[in-house]
């Protein structure tokens, strides 16, 4: 069956600090994926997509992610974490142009 | 500006009643879906429709109904059958040919 494992329930960066979240898929063939993130009692908000072509993709607020085909993985990053950065992190894959299939998400901690 | 309403953004309900969430969208999108969201848990598809007077149920639709009378609309009702329904909810929607989604703020149900 389909599945997509974010590994990581809580991760905790200091300010400043690079961040790698990571994602993981089960799926036969190269999905459509995403990553949103999620601010406490909002909706989500998409920060990059993968489609197709180079497999490191620019978000917004300073995101990129990378996809490695070998290891079925999306994993999000950033450079410099910023306080503002402090929420919940949902990858997500979607399978046959309709079925979006969301991670458990990884809540992400800044410290001063 | 175009996006998702839904209201109200908490509700408040007793064991045994149904309660219906609201979810408009003006952005002129065919598809529509409503999630739940739990801690830990990620989230999970209810129902989902392409097109008016269509819908098909997702992972977790006993215990929920929903209509598409109109393009702009979809709500959903939590009936007593749904054996706990004390979650965040959040509605979503995409056009056919664009794969990310636009989600709504959510409501946040409470059976007391």
């Known amino acids: 069956a389909q599945s997509v494992t974010q590994p990581d329930i809580h991760i905790t960066v200091s300010e400043g600090a690079s961040l790698e979240l990571r994602c993981n898929y089960s799926y036969g063939a190269t999905p459509y994926l995403f990553w949103y993130v999620q601010s406490p009692g909002q909706g ?69 | ?13 007793k064991e045994g009643q149904n309660v219906t969430l609201s979810c408009e969208q003006n952005l002129n999108h065919d598809a529509m879906y409503w999630y739940r969201q739990d801690p830990g848990q990620g989230l999970r598809l209810i129902y989902y429709s392409q097109i008016v007077n269509d819908f098909q149920k997702g992972d977790i639709a006993e215990g929920y109904s929903v209509s598409r009378e109109k393009k702009e609309s979809f709500p959903l009702t939590v009936t007593s059958a749904q054996k706990n329904p004390t979650a965040f909810y959040l509605c979503a929607s995409r056009l056919p040919e664009a794969f990310g989604y636009t989600f709504g703020s959510g409501t946040r149900l409470t059976v007391v």
């Not at chain 1, 999306?74 to 990858?91: G, M, T």
């Open chain 2, 1 to 13: 500006d175009g996006g998702i309403t839904q209201s109200p953004k908490y509700l408040f309900r």
């Open chain 1, 44 to 112: 989500l908000q998409l920060l990059l997509k993968y489609f197709s072509g180079d497999t490191l993709v620019q978000g917004i607020k300073g995101f990129e992610a990378e996809f490695k085909r070998s290891q079925s993985s999306f994993n999000l990053r950033k450079p410099s974490v910023h306080w503002s950065d402090a929420a919940e992190y949902f990858c997500a894959v979607m399978y046959n142009n309709n079925d979006m299939r969301f991670g458990a998400g990884t809540r992400l901690t800044v410290k001063p």
